[in-house]
């Protein structure tokens, strides 16, 4: 008997759409699919997988969605599961799950994972090592918590996703600047956490019923923060082959305690992380969904396993089948640079021959920046490579001399 999967997609990504057939390609499932995009828009291949669609004006209404799955409903039988990859759906997800009594991520949880003050509180209360934070609803708040905490500081928003809108303040005129601009409120506070300082990870794990499956382990050079701070800086992300040794003892336990008291009974979770001193971990938030920034393409490639469809099995059938990891993986990712006319265009690509000289044997993905391109608004940046090899060193090394190669001229 077919499974009917409702999956929600309110713009039709790249990324997104790789998921989605994935969902689509699983044996015995009828995909419907819930979109603000027309159906159109959609890939002919893709389009002809689904079993149905539906469109609505706003995919982050939890009615919307409660209305679409009863019309979906209709065609093809009450649906077994509701799912999206996005951060920003995941509550809207588990409100219209709950209104229709579909298995899955329930809402207290998927606000703990979403409200990053929330998260912080569990964490804590739970024992969990992560840095201090107020949600601060006026600027007295703010101001007593810099004083107790001292400089610097991140302010982030509450609901924030991959980093965005974080900035770091170094002191207490930075503070008044952003208090200034802001104006917290009860309605709209902001998030003020202690500056942490040392060697950022992520931490990717399978849960099953509430039973650790699975994990993976990468390192970013240099930290989200950084990156963000500076447009022009070129980053990585490097996957070892090997991660089960001592050094990740205390993330693994953590890892698995914090995605347990936050809730997750089944699902792949996005952890950011860091490696202090003397072998002590801070927990900076986590996701209860796939990770953004390629890692899916990462994590496929360092097991041999495409994770684009094996999140959706996961999902639907709560089935996932841990694969060795078989390879070191790492993405460089390519950012222009402005020159002194701050142009939107890649006018140039410079040392991508000698990069390809060197290390073209390595790479198994790429989207490689072009001349002509729009500059992109993401800190992703115009471009990025994917390399792998058997040796954690071989891929580390090629890493820092690719980003040191590779230059990206706009004007």
Request: charged share 20%.
């Amino acid at each position: 008997m077919n499974t009917h999967v409702i999956f929600v997609a309110p713009f039709f990504m790249e990324t997104t759409l790789r998921f989605v057939a994935g969902a689509a390609s699983l044996p015995g499932v009828r995909l419907s699919l819930v979109s603000q995009d027309p159906v159109e828009k959609l890939p002919p291949g893709l389009r002809a997988a689904l079993s149905a669609h539906w469109r609505v004006d706003n995919a982050l209404d939890p009615n919307q969605l409660v209305d679409a799955a009863h019309a979906l409903a209709s065609r093809l039988g009450p649906p077994r599961r509701l799912l999206g990859a996005l951060e920003q759906l995941q509550v809207p997800l588990a409100k219209a799950r709950e209104a229709l009594g579909i298995e899955g991520l329930d809402p207290e949880s998927a606000r703990n994972f979403r409200d990053k003050a929330r998260m912080k509180d569990v964490l804590r209360t739970a024992g969990l090592p992560c840095a201090r934070h107020v949600l601060a609803e006026n600027s007295e708040a703010a101001s007593a918590f810099a004083g107790a905490v001292g400089f610097p500081l991140i302010a982030k928003p509450p609901d924030g996703a991959g980093g965005k809108g974080m900035f770091r303040l170094e002191s207490a005129q930075d503070l008044s600047r952003l208090l200034d601009l802001f104006s917290p409120s009860s309605s709209q506070p902001v998030l003020l956490e202690e500056f942490v300082s040392g060697t950022e990870h992520s931490f990717d794990s399978v849960v099953i019923h509430g039973k650790p499956v699975w994990h993976s382990i990468s390192r970013y050079s240099p930290a989200p923060l950084q990156v963000l701070e500076n447009p022009w800086i070129q980053w990585c992300v490097f996957l070892p082959r090997d991660v089960s040794g001592p050094e990740f003892d205390s993330i693994r336990d953590a890892g698995f305690q914090a995605v347990e008291a936050l809730g997750l009974q089944t699902g792949l979770s996005h952890m950011e992380w860091f490696q202090l001193r003397n072998n002590r971990i801070a927990i900076s938030e986590v996701g209860a969904r796939p990770p953004g920034a390629q890692f899916t393409s990462l994590m496929s490639w360092a097991h041999d396993l495409d994770f684009y469809q094996a999140w959706p099995r996961l999902m639907v059938f709560d089935e996932f089948d841990p694969p060795p990891r078989k390879y070191a993986v790492g993405a460089a990712y390519f950012r222009g640079q402005k020159g002194m006319s701050g142009g939107q265009r890649v006018l140039n690509i410079h040392g991508l021959d000698e990069a390809q000289r060197r290390f073209g044997h390595l790479v198994v993905e790429s989207r490689l920046p072009s001349a002509g391109q729009f500059a992109s608004s993401s800190y992703e940046g115009e471009g990025y490579v994917i390399i792998r090899d058997e040796d954690s060193d071989v891929i580390e090394d090629a890493l820092d001399q690719i980003v040191s190669l590779v230059r990206v001229e706009l004007g």
